[in-house]
């Protein structure tokens, strides 16, 4: 199964202030306190009044998001890391193969990447979401690593965490289904 996301995570409180007027915006919940915003071609146009634009070539360290972050997308995550550390993640995976990249800003500037990696062989957490993660301030869990701490596994695609987002649900919420299950 392909797993796609294109998103920016952040503390759920710092997102809920920065995106509450938006029309296409839609936080998804997760764990420790931190929401996912879904990064669709209707929001990017919202928030910097220009449609997105979309790197042609493949991925690389000079390349390492598929969106291209413009000016006025990057001054506006700027502005929004002033109230705590926001990042922008991208990951694509489907048989086995894949890559992931993360960008993290603080304090209104860029504080660490962008990072990118297709080959995955170090250690996970300093795979590029993992460590963006570490950054913001995730912490050490029961699950394998910052990114299934906080759910970010638990749907597969930009369309899956709307409805995620818009159906309210937690992060939790697969977990607690899955208790119910085994209890009865």
């Known amino acids: 199964m ?11 409180d710092l997102l809920r202030e920065h995106t509450a007027e938006l029309d296409h915006a839609v936080l ?9 915003l879904p990064v669709t071609p209707q929001l990017v146009a919202e928030l910097t009044g220009s449609l997105p634009d979309y790197v042609a070539d493949d991925r690389s360290a ?14 506006l995550l700027a502005v929004w890391s002033r109230s705590g550390p926001v990042a922008y993640l991208e990951a694509e995976f489907g048989g086995g193969v894949g890559r992931q990249s993360a960008v993290v800003w603080l304090g209104g500037a860029l504080s660490w990447g962008p990072r990118f990696d297709d080959v995955l062989e170090a250690p996970r ?3 590029p979401i993992n460590a963006a993660l570490v950054r913001l301030g995730v912490e050490r869990g029961a699950w394998i ?4 701490e906080l759910g970010l596994h638990l749907e597969r695609n930009t369309a899956g965490w709307l409805a995620h987002g818009r159906r309210r649900l937690s992060a939790d919420h697969w977990d607690d289904l899955i208790e119910q299950w085994e209890n009865q």
Do not use: H, I, K, T
């Open 2 to 12: 392909a797993y796609q996301l294109s998103a920016v995570v952040a503390d759920a």
């Open 145 to 148: 690593d910052p990114f299934a």
């Open 28 to 36: 998804g919940e997760l764990r420790q306190d931190f929401a996912l």
């Open 62 to 75: 000079e390349q390492p998001f598929d969106l291209v972050l413009s000016p006025p997308l990057v001054e």
């Open 125 to 127: 957490e300093e795979w």
